[in-house]
């Protein structure tokens, strides 16, 4: 018989809280092994959240979460050499090149010394940043940026990849840049991707399925095209968010929000 494969991500009845708010409501969802899972929702909705208890850096208050079958309480560190993780902040040092912001995320991985130039130099060149690898990060584009950050979380060669607002503030062009060189890695390596976004056109074009949260809930998950159809015939992915989450956009939501909406406008406009 053969042995099934582990979900690559498997949360079950996941719920956590800031005091007597709740974040994170009794989630349960699955993520296939080299799959794009879209998770959207608007601001408050419990995205940040979930992402951080995804990537281990907030702890499980309720629930049992796993990573390709390895449980997030007992073996945290080797989910953290599994993930790469790009941030909705900025994570790079801009008075650090391109190489040497990749060569630090090298060690912080864990990445053996003896494979860290050439997994540092594969890095780079899957994300078409060799030619400007030497040049202080502080004077790359937007769209290098971001690219650069998407290396310094591959230099890992993770098998799930958490992408959190990868492309905004972005331009068409640099948004399609990203996104080119991370669908090439992940066709040649086979890594599982979960992307939050706003842009419904990124998730609709991107995502194999979207899960979508409204307070805390999960409310929604399918294909694009599935949870379209069930709208009506001629809904946007928009109009699938709009019908899910609309009472949210008027209505208070998590304490951190208002930290993450200012972190947001803060990275476009430097990123611009």
Known sequence: MTELLPMAIDCQH?????????????????????????????NGAGKTTLVR??????????????????????QTTDIRSNIGYVPQQLSIEPALSGRQN??????????????????VEQAL???????????????????????LEVAQALVNRPSLLVLDEPTVGLDPIARDGVWT??????????????????????ADALCDRVALMHRGVLRAVGT???LKSKVSPSATLEDVFRHYAASDLSEASEPSDFREIR??????????
Do not use: C, N
């Not at 060569?103 to 860290?116: H, K, T």
């Not at 060149?125 to 690219?147: H, I, N, Q, T």
């Open 181 to 202: 060189q991370v669908q090439s890695m992940q066709a040649e390596f086979g890594m599982t991707v979960l992307l939050t976004t706003h842009y419904m056109e990124e």
């Open 53 to 74: 208890m995804l990537t281990t850096l907030t702890p499980i208050q309720r629930g049992d979460l796993r990573i390709f079958g390895l449980d997030s309480v007992r």
């Open 125 to 147: 060149a899957a994300m078409e940043l060799l030619d400007v690898a030497d040049r202080l990060a502080g004077a790359y584009s937007g769209g290098m940026v971001r690219r």
């Open 102 to 119: 990749v060569e630090w995320f090298a060690r912080l991985y864990g990445v053996p010394r003896a494979e860290r130039t050439d997994r």
């Open 263 to 272: 972190s947001s406008r803060k990275v476009a406009s430097r990123a611009s």
């Open 224 to 226: 694009p095209t599935e």
């Open 14 to 42: 996941l719920t956590y809280r800031y005091g007597q708010f709740t974040a994170v409501d009794d989630l349960t969802l699955k993520v296939r092994p080299g799959e794009t899972m879209g998770l959207l929702g608007p």
